[in-house]
């Protein structure tokens, strides 16, 4: 009996030049230290988010992160369908008021001890599938006549004239980005989701350093008149460049959990995060540096027994080639270690691993070789959910 598949683990080689993809609250390069050098490092966060928005436009399907759901419902109301300001603004703290999640008033930003009526903002945020917001406007439009006469939301103790239980019920609701990347939302009754999905901090395979880059703006009308010296403006900001291995793991048991008996959904998904964890790439300072790789390569393997990560292989950093370049000595170092540690556990738990990249030679520790993203994502999944029909729920 083939044994069912239980973790699809994806790892990546990527090489980025003069950027700096996630910031810290400075404004710095984020680092880590590892192998008792220096690295540059991206948040997972940061990364996931990227690959949340590919996802997304992958599947059609958006979600929705905010403490400004009122809001959201507020404007829907105004520009979608024709209410008047006030008591789609009253209809919109109403919403936001009415779950068991506690709330506090906007601040007026004209005068920031002064809180604003009817202008709620959550203490947690809620994360909702894009289509709530016209599911809590429907809520307000059954409601109407007596949101008409409901007072206003002045204070956190005010109560909403709205169902709890209605509004509860949307909040729980949720789609394909949320089965798979879950959800934490503990102020509302079993709305929580556990993510399917693990994803990694990305950090450079080698020692790297923080370059700090001086920049002065022209002024036009100076350099026109040419009538003064020096610049407009002046500063610095900080960046690096590395090759990066990046890594995530879907757990096929919690996806399936998450959606149901569904193997349509279970595959899209899936192949949706593969892609969208392949081709994404944060956004920060992308107008000044326009970092717009791709990764050098990308190895999947479908496994039964337990999630492994790579990054052992990079504890002691990598060194350029002799021609330069930290991009091919990552692969094969990938590729060496990938090897190593199937010796130590053996093979059994494997069902396919795979790559597809820029090399031309072989990486006998990456399984079979690809064309291209894909078919390796393709081949993966033929694998992982055979096992799955065959081997039975995982």
């Known amino acids: ?112 001890k002064q809180a604003v009526t009817n202008k709620v903002l959550t203490n947690a945020m809620v994360y909702v599938p894009e289509t709530a917001v016209a599911e809590l406007a429907n809520l307000a439009e059954e409601y109407r006549e007596e949101l008409q006469g409901a007072k206003d939301i002045k204070k956190p103790a005010d109560k909403s004239i709205l169902p709890t239980d209605k509004v509860e019920a949307v909040l729980r609701s949720r789609n394909g980005v949320i089965n798979l990347f879950g959800r934490m939302l503990a102020e509302v009754d079993n709305a929580g989701v556990d993510g399917a999905v693990q994803v990694a901090h990305a950090l450079t ?108 292989a990079f504890e002691s950093p990598v060194t350029a080639a002799g021609q330069g370049g930290y991009a091919a000595p990552s692969r094969t170092t990938l590729s060496e270690y990938a090897e190593a540690a199937n010796r130590l556990l053996g093979t059994s738990n494997i069902l396919t691993s795979g790559w597809a990249g820029v090399d031309s030679k072989g990486l006998d520790g990456l399984g079979t070789r690809h064309t291209g993203f894909d078919t390796l994502i393709d081949t993966a999944l033929d694998s992982a959910l055979t096992a799955q029909s065959t081997g039975g729920q995982a």
Do not use: C
């Open 1 to 112: 009996m083939v044994m069912a598949a239980r973790f699809i683990d994806i790892h990546i080689i990527q090489s980025v030049p003069f950027a700096n993809l996630n910031r810290d609250d400075t404004n710095s390069v984020k680092t880590v230290q590892y192998g008792s050098v220096l690295r540059t490092r991206v948040s997972s966060q940061s990364w996931k988010r990227a690959v949340r928005g590919v996802f997304e436009d992958r599947i059609g399907q958006a979600a929705l992160r905010t403490r400004r759901i009122g809001e959201r419902v507020t404007r829907l109301l105004t520009e979608d369908r024709g209410w008047p300001l006030d008591l789609a603004e009253k209809a919109g703290a109403h919403t936001a008021a009415a779950s068991s999640i506690k709330f506090e008033l906007a601040k007026d930003p004209k005068d920031p």
């Open 205 to 312: 395979t080698h020692e790297t350093d923080v370059e700090l880059d001086y920049f002065s703006a022209v002024d036009d009308v100076t350099a026109t008149w040419n009538d003064q010296t020096g610049s407009g403006h002046m500063g610095h900001t900080e960046f690096s460049a590395g090759t990066f291995y990046r890594y995530a793991t879907i757990d096929l048991r919690d996806l399936a959990h998450n959606i149901g008996d569904n193997p349509d959904e279970l595959r899209e998904l899936t192949a949706a995060f593969l892609n969208a964890f392949i081709l994404s790439l944060p956004q920060a300072k992308k107008n000044s540096t326009a970092p717009h790789t791709i990764p050098d390569l990308a190895h999947i393997s479908v496994r039964t027994d337990r999630p492994l990560s790579y990054a052992a």
